[in-house]
């Protein structure tokens, strides 16, 4: 079943594509499972194994702003050459559709950043050729994130497999980290994990949440903002971002959704003496 939140006018359902167990060490890397005796009840069962194994859910959001409907991350889709996955076949357009979100009424796709896990679905194979899976929505891609892949030297061919049909078909729009979508949806800079890097936030009624990306991969670097993680672009900024964004993040009315957190997904980050911890909302 989707996960969904009602903040202000605003709807948010999830929509995991995968979840699995992973060794801490392939995920975050300065996980010391003997450091968290005091954390232990937060995070387990829901996002720590027994066996010190990270929890990890692969997810869309999809979102209702006014008459707008967005979806943020597109996780992995089928049929891209993944590394660990394969070509990984899941249903999750099927699954996006049974929680009201077919295809063909979404109006705006964002990712948070160009990593394979978040924008697979930007693409379907369809005899043979990738087309854009969403064909009525414009794309919003980072100019600054997309010019960081492009001027690598091997631009992951998984990814140009889901961003060049999209240039071709003109869905694209180029944004900057601090882009207003709607009146109520905004991207908010939160570079590291790659160099545009962003979240989205949304404020309506009073009431806000942040959908966080790969800003946080896992609660574990709530309760330890400094702990970078092995993907990280640039782990030092990384690290200062968590702790420049959790004193507003914790002022108990923001609302957070973890990209990557297991279910429960959302939750409030509260201060715990000079740390932080995480209260799940179930
Ligand atoms: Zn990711």
Redesign the pocket.
């Known amino acids: 079943m989707a996960q969904r939140w009602q903040v202000g006018d605003v709807e948010i359902t999830c929509v995991t594509e995968v979840a699995f167990d992973v060794p801490a060490s392939v995920l975050v890397r300065d996980f010391d499972g003997d450091a968290l005796t005091d954390e232990l009840s937060v995070l387990q069962p829901d996002y720590l194994t027994d066996s010190m194994l990270l929890r990890i859910a692969?997810q869309t959001f999809a979102i209702r702003s006014g008459e707008h409907r967005l979806l943020v991350?597109t996780c992995f889709g089928n049929d891209h050459q993944l590394p660990y996955f394969g070509d990984l076949r899941t249903d999750h357009l099927t699954s996006l559709a049974d929680a009201g979100f077919d295809r063909s009424t979404i109006d705006s796709v964002v990712c948070?950043?160009l990593?394979m896990?978040?924008v697979g679905w930007n693409t379907m194979l369809v005899d043979g050729a990738w087309v854009p899976t969403f064909p009525n929505a414009q794309y919003l891609f980072g100019s600054i994130e997309y010019d960081h892949w492009r001027k690598r030297e091997q631009f992951d061919a998984g990814l140009v497999e889901c961003i060049d049909p999209i240039l071709e078909a003109g869905l694209h729009r180029w944004v900057e980290t601090d882009h207003v979508i709607t009146p109520e949806v905004r991207l908010v800079p939160t570079p590291g994990?790659t160099p545009g890097h962003v979240s989205v936030r949304i404020d309506s009624g009073g009431e806000a949440a942040l959908i966080t990306?790969?800003m946080i991969?896992h609660p574990v670097q709530i309760v330890r903002h400094e702990w970078a993680s092995v993907?990280d672009f640039d782990p030092v900024e990384a690290v200062a971002t968590r702790a420049t964004n959790y004193p507003g993040l914790a002022d108990g009315r923001v609302l957070v959704l973890g990209?990557?957190f297991n279910e429960p997904t959302g939750g409030h980050i509260i201060r715990r003496g000079d740390r932080w911890t995480w209260a799940a909302q179930r």
């Open positions: 692969i991350d948070t950043h990593h896990d978040h994990h990306g790969d991969h993907p990209t990557h």
